[in-house]
Structures are given as C-alpha cells and as structure tokens.
C-alpha cells in the first residue's frame, strides 16, 4: 500500500510537485499517467526514499517513509527507466552482487537467483554477459533484480520504454504475472495509454505536477451501441424515436439505458425494415479518450 498526502517538491524556486494526494491498494496496479517533465519520476523517487519532499505525508506498507526511510527500502523494489546492470557482468553474477546489497545470505540468494532467473526465462542465459542482452532481457533482468528481496512494492518507471512490441508485451505479462501471483503492489509510471489501459485497474493523471485526476480504467459495457449497416444509414433513424443518436456515414450510434434489453430489440426493428447489418459493437470510452478529455480541459 502506497500513500501521499499533500506532497510538494520544488527545485530551484520552481514546483515540480503541488499537492499530490492519493492511495495505492494493496496488490493493486496503479497507472501514473502524464506527458514527459509532468512529475512522474520525482513521484516514484520520493516514494522510494531517494528523494525528500518539501512537504506533506508519505507511507509505504503502514511504514511513515520519511521518519524510517531504512525500512521502506526494505519492502519496495525499483525498476527505474535507464536499468543500470553491470555490463561486464554475467546475468548471474549482477543478481549476486545486488543480493549482497540486499543483505541476503549466500543461500537464500542462490535460492532466489534461481527462481527468478526461471521466472524470467533467463535461464539459459544466466552465464552471457549482460552488454549482449538485448534490450528485452536487460529489462526482464532488472525485474528480476528489482523482485530478489521479495519485495511487497514494485515501483516501475516507463518499464516498457524502448522495447520492440512483442518484447513490451512479454514485459506486461510479467508484470501482471508478479500482481497476481506475486500479490505485489506495482504503481507504474508510464506515458504509454495502451500499457496503462491494458494492466492497471485505476490510473491517476499528473499534469504540470498536479494530480488532476484519479479513475477506474472502465472496461465494463458502453452506454453506447455502434450499428454498421450495408446501406444508408439515415434511412432507419425514424426507428430511433426512442433513443439518441447520431450518424457517422454507414454506422448508427445510439445512446441506451439497458445494453442486453435494448439492443436485440433495436436490431430486430431494423431486420424487419429491411436494414443490412454488417457489424453490431459496444462503443466504450477508452483510456486514451479520458485521458485526452482531461488534458484538455474536458
């Protein structure tokens, strides 16, 4: 669990961050939104005791993270942007050394190191120099580094950022995979809608070091129907007296109250006028839709 209450942090006379106020579930994966220099990465290193806010509350897993900041790093891992491994080490050999950092013992490293390297399907790459990883397995190993002390909290800075889609996919799966088996609380910093829309279950936006908004990632059905007819779709909006809606060339667009009840019965109407129905779909509002109202001003 993760909570900020009333942060600031300025540097040079300027605020980066005014107010920030939220809370992170438990085993919950947070999205932290907002365009580059918003205040994403000041947030996650303040949360991770590397940086001191001018002002306000910070918590982590019940622990007051300026007063005991010792024990925050005891229960968070950090997967920053730039992932920082040792080049001239092999994939093995960077786990050991940040698991002495960890203060673990040598066996219940080894022990660690192992499963995670399986996790991450590093195994067999366990003994290559990390300067021949490619840009994906730098990644997954820096997760696996970030998970070695079994952390509670996981915070992730652009942890997609770079990666070929495929590789950014695998990532997002390993991700999810730590949230649901792990019961890891991950808050993710990204300006990457589509990452944040398909992973987390609320998001907040920062703008200008303002949290303007904290919402649920709505994927439940739409309170809107989108019909594509084969013919002139202006010719059956009489049927609609019931209903808003509005054209877009071939396809109606109508607002409904009751999604199972009213759309077999607008459907039914429009067969038996003739209509050609090519496709039938809910018109939901996406991540990115509410994102970009809240940018503007919506």
């Not at 980066?16 to 992170?24: C, D, E, R």
């Not at 290193?45 to 300026?66: H, N, Q, S």
């Not at 779709?233 to 109250?257: P, Q």
Request: with cysteine; charged share 30%.
């Amino acid at each position: 669990m993760i909570v900020l209450d009333d942060v600031w942090k300025s540097f040079e006379k300027s605020f980066t961050l005014q107010s920030i106020n939220f809370k992170v579930q438990r085993g919950e994966i947070f999205g932290y939104l907002g365009p580059n220099g918003a205040g994403k990465t000041t947030t996650i290193r303040i949360i991770a005791t590397l940086l001191r806010p001018d002002k306000g509350y910070v918590e982590v897993e019940g622990i007051p993270a300026l007063e005991e900041p010792e024990k925050v790093r005891e229960v968070i891992g950090v997967l920053p942007e730039n992932v920082g491994l040792y080049e001239n080490l092999t994939g093995e050999e960077n786990l050991l050394f940040f698991a002495k950092v960890y203060n673990l013992s040598e066996k219940e490293a080894r022990e660690r190191i192992k499963e995670y390297l399986e996790f991450f399907g590093l195994r067999e790459r366990k003994d290559d120099l990390v300067g021949k990883y490619s840009k994906g397995m730098k990644k997954r190993l820096a997760l696996a580094r970030a998970m070695l002390h079994s952390p509670k909290v996981l915070l992730l800075d652009e942890p997609t950022s770079g990666l070929s889609p495929e590789v950014a996919l695998e990532v997002e799966r390993l991700i999810m995979e730590l949230a649901r088996k792990e019961k890891v609380t991950i808050f993710l910093s990204t300006h990457n809608l589509d990452v944040a829309e398909r992973l987390c279950s609320r998001v907040g936006v920062i703008l200008h070091g303002r949290l303007v908004s904290v919402m649920n990632v709505n994927r439940s059905v739409s309170s809107e129907v989108v019909i594509r007819l084969a013919d002139n779709a202006e010719l059956f909006t009489k049927l609609l007296n019931e209903w808003s809606y509005e054209l877009d060339g071939d396809k109606l667009i109508i607002r409904i109250r009751n999604y199972g009840a009213e759309v077999p019965r607008i459907i039914s109407m429009l067969v038996r006028e003739g209509a050609r129905i090519l496709e039938v779909y809910p018109k939901r509002e996406t991540l990115r839709d509410m994102y970009m109202r809240i940018v503007r001003g919506g």
